[in-house]
């Protein structure tokens, strides 16, 4: 039986945590309460605190899951491109194709939780910018396998601010057909980058 309750916390913890992530990115971290929380998850304040006691325990969890997130999908990338780095970095210029109905409405989850908790100067900050910086090393090991050490760095940081740009722009203007030609864009981009004996 003990066991069993054990699971179910885990289930109940894990159901918060996704549900804390839905809502800091629809919704923003300070526009979300434990009450929106807890009603998204449909249990009591009382049980709720049982598993958190503060919104900055729940960011915590938040980024902890996001970056376990990210980091299972770029292990998914390198399996689906294979030994090819040109494609795995076309995996992460589609990736705004792939999220283009949540980025017209919300921006890019990584880009807005950054972005807001630099406002209010939140210390989670540095942690939330891990998932920017595991994205930046894995794109500038990517232009290091194609040849492109020396500029591999600025390549990605490069690659990471025109993504950036494109979600921040979409959902401003809330346009499909802008990313669809950036994404382009940014693959011509790559194309040319790339070494010809690549």
């Known amino acids: ?83 090819s780095p040109a494609a795995r970095i076309r995996c992460f210029i589609r990736i705004l194709i792939a999220n283009r109905a949540k980025i017209l409405r919300h921006g890019c989850p990584v880009g807005t939780l950054t972005a807001e908790l630099a406002k209010i100067d939140h210390p989670a900050l540095s942690d939330a910018g891990r998932l920017f910086a595991l994205f930046r090393d894995w794109l500038a090991r990517q232009f290091a396998a194609l040849g492109l050490g020396p500029d591999a760095d600025r390549l990605a940081l490069h690659l ?15 346009d499909a057909e802008f990313v669809e030609r950036e994404v382009a864009d940014l693959t011509r981009w790559l194309d040319r980058t790339v070494p010809a004996s690549a």
């Not at 740009?165 to 809330?174: C, V």
């Open 1 to 83: 039986p003990e066991e069993g309750c054990g699971e179910m916390a885990r289930a109940t913890r894990d159901q918060i945590v996704g549900e804390a992530d839905r809502l800091f990115y629809e919704q923003g971290f300070e526009h979300t309460s434990f009450a929106d929380i807890a009603a998204a998850v449909g249990i009591s304040r009382g049980n709720f605190y049982h598993h958190f006691k503060t919104k900055d325990e729940i960011l915590t969890a938040v980024i902890d899951r996001r970056l376990e997130a990210t980091r299972a999908l770029l292990v998914a990338w390198e399996s689906e491109a294979g030994d």
């Open 160 to 174: 990471i601010a025109r993504s950036q740009g494109i979600a921040t722009l979409a959902n401003a203007l809330g």
